[in-house]
């Protein structure tokens, strides 16, 4: 039986192009989505759209890293990251603006964004078949698609206000051909003190490259312009629980034995939470 296609698919529907065209618009078709020329892209079950075929750059998070995310991004110690990204876009963007979210993972971020934007629609992109199931649901006028952050985007030119990118991948060029001239790129990640105690105790959780913001000044200096840089930094108590949810939803779970997880000893109750946040203008 067909699937039907999402009431906030349907909203996004004018900013999708085929990934093989590149140019042509999707409509839909006893439930999937199909350019002029005949190529055709499934919508999930889950309601989000399998635009992303062939090899992956990369396999995206698996169901216990999305399942530890959903459990841990539910204790609302992110709320602040989210709260900061959700201000930076409305600053700037009518309640009627388009955010793209790349690298979205469950949708917590985009649906930050989209509370503080009544009239707005939202468009997550990740790898991950088990986020996307979650982000297609996360907000009633949030859309869902499989992508991959480093392939050019199944987006029309210049169809976002926002592009919103939170500890994902990023595609410079990318961020600058899909946003408006008058639009904001908004990137969040991590200090070299986000998660220290933890980090401090667990020495095989993936480290915070030292140069990490001299590499995303130089990707991003040729296509944007910073506007806007604001600090969320603060001290975060854990229960045990949230302390193997945070290190289980990221790359760093596939690092970290089971022995050091199991031993609650080296597991921090209080952890600094420090991140950056940029709005960027494009050029």
Not at 132 to 145: E, G, I, K, T
Not at 154 to 168: K, Q, S, T
């Amino acid at each position: 039986m067909p699937v039907s296609l999402p009431p906030a698919l349907d909203l996004s529907l004018d900013l999708l192009r085929c990934p093989t065209c590149r140019t042509r618009r999707l409509h839909p078709d006893h439930g999937a989505l199909r350019c002029p020329v005949g190529h055709t892209f499934d919508i999930a079950r889950h309601g989000y759209a399998g635009l992303l075929t062939g090899t992956r750059a990369t396999s995206g998070d698996d169901a216990a890293m999305v399942q530890a995310r959903d459990r841990f991004l539910s204790t609302g110690i992110y709320a602040p990251i989210r709260e900061v990204g959700a201000r930076l876009a409305a600053d700037v963007v009518s309640e009627q603006g388009t955010v793209v979210d790349v690298g979205c993972g469950t949708g917590y971020y985009l649906a930050g964004v989209l509370d503080q934007m009544p009239g707005a629609r939202g468009l997550g992109l990740d790898t991950s078949v088990r986020a996307l199931r979650s982000a297609a649901r996360v907000h009633d006028r949030a859309a869902a698609a499989a992508w991959d952050v480093f392939r050019p985007f199944p987006l029309a030119d210049a169809a976002a206000d926002v592009v919103l990118d939170v500890f994902a991948p990023r595609n410079p060029a990318e961020f600058h051909r899909v946003l408006r001239p008058t639009g904001r790129l908004i990137v969040i990640r991590p200090t070299e003190r986000h998660l220290s105690e933890l980090r401090g105790r667990l020495p095989s959780m993936v480290a915070i490259d030292p140069v990490k913001e001299q590499r995303l000044h130089q990707g991003l200096n040729p296509f944007f312009q910073a506007a806007i840089t604001e600090q969320v930094e603060y001290s975060a108590s854990l229960t045990r629980l949230d302390a193997l949810d945070l290190v289980a939803m990221t790359p760093s779970a596939r690092h970290v034995s089971r022995a050091d997880l199991n031993d609650g000893g080296l597991l921090p109750d209080q952890v600094t939470v420090s991140v950056l946040a940029t709005a960027y203008q494009p050029r």
